[in-house]
């Protein structure tokens, strides 16, 4: 099994920044893409940004240009810079991670999410 928690969220006010931070662990498993989706109340879960199985990047319209992923292998971990912060950011941010454990079998591990407000 593969946990994956994430860290950093918080109080912020329009125009800040954050960054988020997300570990995977385990044993024997090989990660291919991990990325981040949030989701703000009454809301459906939304694709954020994430790192694909061939180390592309990929990110929502709505992020881009404000938002940087980046990742450390050697740590099996990802993070999100979120600049120029908008009340309409706010929401619960998830970490997710796929990949195999021992070669063959399959995961898709998320996390418990990290609240990130957006508020003067």
């Given at each position: 099994?593969?946990?994956?928690?994430e860290s950093g969220?918080?109080?912020v006010q329009?125009?800040g920044?954050?960054?988020?931070?997300?570990?995977?662990?385990?044993?024997n498993?090989e990660i291919n893409a991990?990325g981040?989706?949030?989701?703000?109340?009454?809301k459906?879960?939304?694709?954020?940004a994430?790192?694909?199985?061939i180390g592309s990047?990929?990110?929502?319209?709505s992020?881009?240009?404000?938002?940087?992923i980046?990742?450390?292998?050697?740590?099996?971990?990802?993070?999100?810079?979120?600049?120029?912060?908008?009340?309409?950011?706010?929401a619960?941010?998830?970490?997710?991670?796929?990949?195999y454990?021992r070669?063959?079998?399959?995961?898709?591990s998320?996390?418990?999410?990290?609240?990130?407000?957006?508020?003067?």
């Amino acid at each position: 099994q593969v946990q994956v928690v994430e860290s950093g969220g918080g109080l912020v006010q329009p125009g800040g920044s954050l960054r988020l931070s997300c570990a995977a662990s385990g044993s024997n498993f090989e990660i291919n893409a991990m990325g981040w989706y949030r989701q703000a109340p009454g809301k459906q879960r939304e694709f954020v940004a994430t790192f694909t199985s061939i180390g592309s990047t990929n990110y929502a319209d709505s992020v881009k240009g404000r938002f940087t992923i980046s990742r450390d292998n050697a740590k099996n971990t990802v993070y999100l810079q979120m600049n120029s912060l908008k009340p309409d950011d706010t929401a619960v941010y998830y970490c997710n991670a796929q990949g195999y454990i021992r070669i063959w079998l399959e995961f898709d591990s998320w996390g418990q999410g990290t609240q990130v407000t957006v508020s003067s």
